[in-house]
Nanobody, 122 residues
Framework: VQLQACGGGLVQAGGSLRLSCAAS????????MGWFRQTPGKEREFVAA????????AYADSVKGRFTISRDNAKNTGYLQMNSLKPEDTAVYYC????????????????WGQGTLVTVSS
């Protein structure tokens, strides 16, 4: 599966953004989708993940209640709705895909999109 993320940008604290992740290639196979983020000098950090059916989701504690992950399999697209953004949410956000169990670690995902930069100003 090939992934392409978009939707990043500059937003003020308290604002919202929606990231999208379009999948192509072997989309006939079921795959989970995840979002990670990374800042310079730090490890890639788990943000959220969703199962193929959408029936299972997982979130990092730091984004629970503010971010919502979803997907539209008819469009082969996943989304990350980010509300009440904080300056500490500033990072490059990556979408990823895997098969099997719903992972929360970067090493559990085999397909990655290019990053999209989210900048939250205070």
């Amino acid at each position: 599966v090939q992934l392409q993320a978009c939707g990043g940008g500059l937003v003020q604290a308290g604002g919202s953004l929606r990231l999208s992740c379009a999948a192509s290639g072997r989309t006939s196979s079921s795959y989970n989708m995840g979002w990670f983020r990374q800042t310079p000098g730090k490890e890639r950090e788990f943000v959220a993940a969703i199962s193929w059916s959408g029936g299972s989701t997982a979130y990092a504690d730091s984004v629970k209640g503010r971010f919502t992950i979803s997907r539209d399999n008819a469009k082969n697209t996943g989304y990350l709705q980010m509300n009440s953004l904080k300056p500490e949410d500033t990072a490059v956000y990556y979408c990823a895909a895997n098969s099997g169990f719903l992972s929360k670690v970067a090493s559990g995902f085999g397909s990655w999109g290019q990053g999209t930069l989210v900048t939250v100003s205070s």
